[in-house]
């Protein structure tokens, strides 16, 4: 765990690299929800802010005085204990509070919590809220780039992010296939540093025999699914994501667009030529799977991923497996509002390991388990076979 003077300079940092994500929009950028599950960025700074005001100071600074009384409904998310909120699909539809005031909101919190940071001895409990607040405000800076993608990628103008985010890292190596003997294994955290609640309770797992790929799967490869037809054979898909690919006339992984005979990617520097030696990526957990099965493979379980990770480079793409999210045994979830962060998310999600481009620094390990739902495409993710 990390000292209260450790934490004052996360905080800090966390809460700058937020707003520096959002310093290349433009003030309409900040309110766009085209999608229920795209939130709009100031949203994001609201919330990362509300969850410092709800949890930290509400409860650890003494005589504190709210912002404003009506922060816990416009930016509570999930937390059901902690009140009513505004449902999900209406943040787009917010134009009150302004983004003007959302930064003086974020001004005057993180100030108050710095107060508070350096002039009060915390206890464990509240260093640990601390710490848990600013890698929330971690994973929501990952949402950020997502959601800005996909609104300004589903602008017909296409419009640029910036010149600087590199999403396409190249592994620039051979194919290998790196074999793992049978036999049981220790899975989940196993050291004091931060982790989540769901990463808690190492156990052993018996894995058999298996080989797994130590480079993802990349944009030349995936084509050659494409032009297989694998968008179009029945055998190779879920009965439930061949109904999600008829459905919305799924044919090419996200942000993809073939003009002139050529495949094209919309990426935060804008439109560009499809990189074909960067790994795919804005695929589905449905798509991944597909493609193993037309490849005659299949995707790691995240055991197998966690066991044999030291042997590949991970970290540019959320990576699917094929664990579905669920409690490890002797799993405990927190008592009261913080119990809500993981644990009530186990059912009908898929693990994903790794991290990507988007990922924050010093937020993810080895251990960490991503989840999301099986046909979502919008965060940066891909794929790595085994056989």
């Known amino acids: 765990m990390l000292s209260q ?8 940092e966390t809460r700058l690299d937020s707003e520096k994500i959002c310093s290349f929009l433009e003030t309409e950028d900040y309110v766009v929800q085209p999608v229920e599950n795209v939130s709009p960025p100031k949203w994001h700074l609201g919330h990362t802010t509300w969850f410092f005001e ?30 009513e909120k ?37 206890d464990k409990e509240a260093l640990e809220v ?30 640029k992010y910036n010149d600087d985010f590199q999403e396409n ?6 194919r290998e296939w790196i074999d793992v003997s049978e036999g049981i294994y220790k899975i989940g955290h196993k050291t ?11 156990h052993k797992k018996y894995l058999c025999d298996f080989s797994i790929s130590n480079k993802l799967v990349t944009n030349q490869e995936f084509i050659e699914f494409i032009e297989a037809g694998g968008y179009s054979d029945v055998l190779l898909w879920h009965a439930e994501a061949w109904d999600w690919l008829e459905t919305n006339k ?13 495949w094209h990617q919309y990426t935060l520097n804008g439109l560009k030529r499809l990189d074909l030696k960067a790994p795919v990526t804005h695929i589905s957990y449905y798509e991944a799977f597909a493609y193993a099965q037309w490849k005659e493979m299949r995707l790691p379980t995240e055991e197998e991923w966690e066991t044999a990770q030291e042997q590949f480079a991970w970290g540019s793409r959320w990576e699917w497996t094929e664990s579905a999210y669920s409690p490890y045994p002797d799993y405990k979830k927190p008592e009261g509002a913080l119990g809500e962060y ?33 046909q979502l495409r919008w965060q940066f993710t891909g794929f790595r076979l085994v056989k």
């Not at 003077?5 to 800090?12: A, H, N, R, V």
């Not at 004091?192 to 190492?202: I, R, S, T």
């Not at 799924?250 to 050529?262: E, F, Q, R, T, V």
């Not at 999600?349 to 960490?368: C, E, I, P």
Request: proline content about 3%; some cysteine; glycine content about 6%.
């Open 86 to 122: 505004v449902i999900r699909t209406n943040r787009g539809n917010l134009s009150r509070p302004t983004v003007a005031w959302i930064y003086k909101f974020r001004e005057y919190v993180t100030k108050e919590m710095l107060k508070l940071l350096q002039e009060t001895e915390l």
């Open 130 to 159: 601390v710490e848990i607040g600013c890698h929330h405000e971690k994973q929501h800076q990952e949402l950020l780039y997502a959601d800005i993608k996909y609104i300004l990628g589903n602008n017909p103008l296409f419009p």
């Open 342 to 374: 993981n644990g009530k998310f186990m059912v009908n999600q898929k693990v994903l390991r790794g991290g990507s481009v988007a990922t924050s620094r010093n937020h993810t390990r080895f251990t960490y388990r991503n989840f999301f739902h099986p």
């Open 54 to 83: 709800e949890f930290v100071l509400k409860k650890y600074a003494k005589d504190h005085q709210l912002f404003d009384e009506n922060t816990a409904y416009v930016f509570n998310s999930y937390y059901e204990s902690v009140g």
């Open 5 to 12: 003077k450790e934490l004052i300079q996360l905080f800090k």
């Open 169 to 174: 890292l190249i592994e620039d190596f051979d």
């Open 192 to 202: 004091d540093d931060f982790c989540y609640d769901n990463e808690k309770g190492v």
């Open 250 to 262: 799924i044919d090419a992984p996200s942000y993809w667009h073939k003009i002139d005979g050529n």
